[in-house]
């Protein structure tokens, strides 16, 4: 049985058979009664109800995923439109945020800068040798900024839900978390802080060290090792893609899972709209990694459908801390953004006057969604797109309802963390979408690791969006979806991993063979398994054995 720091494989509590409890040497270590995981499911789900603080439910479910494993993930998929929101974002972020003060048992490697020089004799202290690895160096996570060694909340919520939603082993998932500091004062006066208590790191030391690791992992696992950026600061997010991207199995969620999402909620929205996504204009709130990432998307997606990539670009605008990114301004442009410079269309001092001049069809991200700007996109639009996708939700450029309301009801809206559908004064209910990147990685996630993917193509994150878009029904849409509900996620991350199969075999990206002739029978038949396993060893007797000789 494989053991690891907070994990448990199959132990299942009361629902231990008696034969196994006499063999295993249980018997009178637990109450007589043999429990059903049926039963099991409903105490934790009652005892779920009881709790009104999203923290404790966090807690809870945290403990409950490190005694019984199996149990854990059978309630997670049971009630993923309510659950996910606690293991993931929004409490994901609340609870890095105490990570240290609520802190149980240890979850995943964690590897200092003064680890330098010894990363594969930590790799080899972890048990498993099969895996796929999500990793932060804890600067930006989500919109709550450097949380340090704090930040490991993350790597462990994005793993559950490739498991959750995508059926990937969990003995498979590795979270990581790099610790080369932090700039946050608080954390660093808090004695319950968990990493090394100095400043962020950022000499030639930090790149040696990402170095190393990437190559002790490749050492140790494989060249197709599939590696999951998360929640690095912007200035290292897009280097270290562009670093790595030809050289090992990589991909940033930040960057190119939210590109994904937000490509996937514009390609449903042409569809309410009847107006191609070649005819869209785009207006970022933001010229982040996230921006960058889903405009470089929306671009390919455009040349797809016919622009050539200077057309496609000119219809993307970027407004960041300085204004409108135009060229020759006076504030530096890098490289990444200045391909979305554009000659200026004038005086243009605020958010609000680039959304008059600009005349978007589509609004993404940012602080400036006031209440003027909602109202300004419903007068220039018969169908605003607004996308609201920070996260958590306290840190959303606005609200469903504020979206709704002041464009009443005609707006195309996702936001990046959960809110409840929104009843106007008319009777009207609408369901918000949640442009929620849970809807791209698990699926992407499985589809690379089945297919022994070894560089992956930004053309993966497009056929994952079209993908997306394609499995929202019209009656979704008419609700105001722009993404398939939550509840079906697991059969949406299913369908997205076949038909990425499918796209890397026939593009020759996948080392894997035999190719699978039936790509949705491959996938389907890997989704690991939540009902018990026997602990009983295989008895048996020798039949046809000659009894030994008389003496």
């Known amino acids: 049985m494989s053991r690891r720091p907070g994990y448990r494989p199959g132990l299942c509590g009361m629902a231990f058979t008696l034969l196994e409890r006499q063999i295993l040497g249980l018997q009178g270590l637990l109450p007589p009664k043999i429990e059903t995981q049926d039963i099991q499911a409903m105490r934790f789900q009652r005892n779920l109800k009881k709790m009104t603080d999203p923290l404790e439910k ?28 606690i293991v993931y974002t929004p409490t994901v972020g609340l609870a890095c945020t105490q990570y240290g003060h609520i ?15 010894h990363i594969r004799t930590i790799l080899d202290n972890w048990p498993e040798n099969n895996v796929a690895v999500v990793v932060t160096d804890g600067e930006r996570i989500l919109g709550l900024g450097d949380l340090g060694v704090f930040g490991m909340g993350i790597p462990v919520g994005k793993l559950c839900l490739y498991t959750a939603c995508a059926g990937i082993r969990p003995e498979r998932c590795l979270p990581v978390v790099i ?53 690095f600061g912007n200035h290292n997010a897009f280097r270290l893609m562009r670093k790595y991207r030809e ?15 937000a490509l996937a909620g514009l390609l449903a929205a042409q569809r309410a709209i009847g107006k191609p996504i070649t005819e869209h204009k785009v207006l970022f709130c933001g010229a982040g990694e996230a921006a960058l990432g889903i405009a470089n998307l929306i671009t390919m997606s455009m040349v797809e459908k016919g622009l050539t990539q200077t057309e496609a670009r000119k219809k993307i605008w970027m407004f960041d801390k300085y204004g409108l990114l135009v060229k020759g301004r006076t504030q530096e442009i890098d490289s990444n953004q200045e391909v979305f410079a554009h000659e200026g ?30 109202k300004k996109m419903g007068t220039l639009n018969k169908r605003p ?18 979206a709704y309301t002041l464009t009443d009801g ?11 559908p929104v ?129």
């Open 345 to 374: 269309p004038g005086n243009v001092q605020s958010f609000l006057e680039a959304v008059n001049v600009i005349q978007p069809t589509a609004i993404v991200a940012g602080r400036l969604f006031t209440h003027d700007v909602l």
């Open 247 to 261: 050289k090992y199995c990589t991909f940033n969620d930040d960057i190119q899972g939210t590109a994904a999402v």
């Open 103 to 117: 802190f149980r048992r240890p979850k995943g490697l964690f590897i200092s800068i003064l680890d330098r020089g």
């Open 423 to 551: 009843t106007l004064a008319d009777g009207r209910v609408f369901t918000p979408g949640q442009g929620n990147n849970a809807y791209i990685f698990p699926g992407v996630a499985l589809a690379v690791i089945l297919s022994g993917v070894r560089h992956i193509s930004d053309t993966v994150f497009l056929e994952a969006a079209k993908t997306l878009a394609d499995q929202l029904t019209d009656e979704e849409l008419a609700e105001g979806r722009l993404y398939p509900p939550l509840s079906n996620i697991r059969e949406v991350s299913l369908q997205m991993a076949v038909k990425v199969v499918q796209f890397v075999y026939a593009n020759n990206m996948a080392f894997r063979y035999p190719e699978p002739k039936d790509k949705d029978k491959f996938v389907r038949s890997t989704v690991w398994n939540i009902n018990y396993d026997s602990f009983l060893p295989d008895i048996y007797e020798w039949k046809g054995m000659n009894p030994p000789p008389d003496h």
């Open 58 to 85: 966090y807690i809870y479910l945290m403990g409950i995923q490190e005694r019984n494993e199996k149990l854990f993930y059978r309630v997670l998929m049971e009630d993923i439109e309510d659950l996910m929101p």
């Open 179 to 231: 610790d080369v500091g932090t700039d946050n004062e608080t954390l660093l006066k808090d004695p319950f802080y968990m990493g090394l208590y100095q400043k962020r790191d950022r000499s030639q030391l930090y790149d040696d060290l990402i170095d190393e690791f990437m190559e002790a992992v490749v050492d140790k696992y494989g060249q197709d090792t599939l590696i999951q950026f998360e929640d």
């Open 385 to 402: 797109i607004v996308f609201a996708l920070s996260n958590p939700t306290n840190k959303a450029e606005c609200t469903a309802e504020e």
């Open 410 to 420: 005609r707006c195309l809206f996702a936001s990046g963390s959960p809110f409840d």
